[in-house]
């Protein structure tokens, strides 16, 4: 897959506005409530990332996942960076979601 354009680059940022452009590189932080919750994100991380055939490099710190991607061979950016991007940010709203209602049913059932 070829490298895209600074122009191109400019739009498919828009599509993952939690993402950082730095470089050839896009990444992001996600925060997690303990490091067990960060470690499930990065083995999600994983399955999506092996079906999609395309690997981020990931920096776990405690509660912190850091994921980089860029495309190596290519020596930049690509639609696959991209992609993977918003299919993992997709996978983090949604599990992100179902904590929140989970927690909320918690605390329900602790004032009962």
């Not at 083995?43 to 776990?60: G, K, L, M, T, Y």
């Not at 991607?69 to 950016?77: K, S």
Request: no cysteine.
């Amino acid at each position: 897959m070829a490298k895209i354009s600074s122009t191109r680059i400019k739009i498919s940022m828009a599509l993952v506005p939690s993402w950082q452009l730095r470089w050839a590189v896009i990444q992001r932080t996600y925060e997690f409530k303990d490091f067990p919750t960060a470690i499930n994100f990065v083995n999600v991380v994983a399955r999506i990332s092996e079906e999609a055939w395309h690997h981020p490099d990931i920096d776990i710190r405690g509660n912190r996942v850091k994921l980089a991607l860029t495309t190596h061979d290519e020596g930049g950016l690509t639609r696959k960076d991209f992609e993977l991007a918003a299919s993992i940010d997709a996978v983090f709203a949604q599990k992100w979601s179902e904590f929140r209602h989970q927690t909320k049913r918690i605390v329900r059932s602790r004032s009962a």
